[in-house]
């Protein structure tokens, strides 16, 4: 056997062991976000029974408010900013308005919530008329509180860009990410894994 074929061999035989990111099959790495590590733990809790993993399915009925999201960490001099976006908005099969900018939350001290942090742009309840959206939530950590200006962030919801503020902030890249798959309430299927 001559080298090539084995280095192939051993891609297949590993590639069929190696656990497949969420983030990266769904496209949520490469529509929305480059390649991160996750170094931070946060939760998303819907009506504080619902919480939010890759891949689950929300109906519109069960994220009329905003989430509970709640931060680990150990040193509350520490700050995050939450972004939640649609990149599949209007439909995901011509999603022009990508990425629908549903919420953002800046100076978010570690060990601690959203509700401690500044809520920029407030939570606006996902309501897909088309398809199957996918609703990013992406956490990055602050060089320092007060580092993300008000009125410079935002002037539509429409065809925000996540990497774009997060260069412009210098945000660099994300600590954490988690999204969800919603369709209107009286759809059916789901994206798959």
Request: hydrophobic share 35%.
């Amino acid at each position: 056997m001559n080298i090539i074929s084995s280095c192939k061999n051993k891609l297949r035989k590993n590639s069929t062991n190696m656990p497949r990111d969420p983030l990266i099959v769904s496209g949520v790495i490469g529509d929305v976000l480059d390649p991160f590590t996750r170094c931070v733990d946060f939760s998303v809790l819907y009506n504080n029974s619902m919480a939010v993993y890759n891949g689950c399915a929300l109906r519109p009925s069960q994220i009329v408010n905003q989430p509970r999201v709640d931060i680990e960490g150990d040193d509350p001099h520490t700050f995050y900013t939450l972004v939640m976006v649609d990149p599949d908005a209007p439909n995901p099969s011509n999603p022009n308005l990508r990425e629908y900018l549903h919420w953002l939350v800046t100076d978010i001290p570690a060990t601690t919530g959203v509700n401690f942090g500044d809520e920029v742009v407030r939570y606006e309840s996902p309501r897909p008329s088309m398809g199957i959206h996918r609703y990013i939530f992406v956490l990055f950590q602050q060089l320092c509180r007060d580092a993300i200006s008000a009125p410079d962030i935002i002037d539509s919801r429409q065809n925000f860009n996540t990497r774009d503020f997060a260069r412009f902030h210098n945000l660099g890249m994300p600590v954490a990410a988690v999204y969800f798959n919603c369709n209107r309430e009286g759809g059916t299927g789901g994206r798959r894994l």
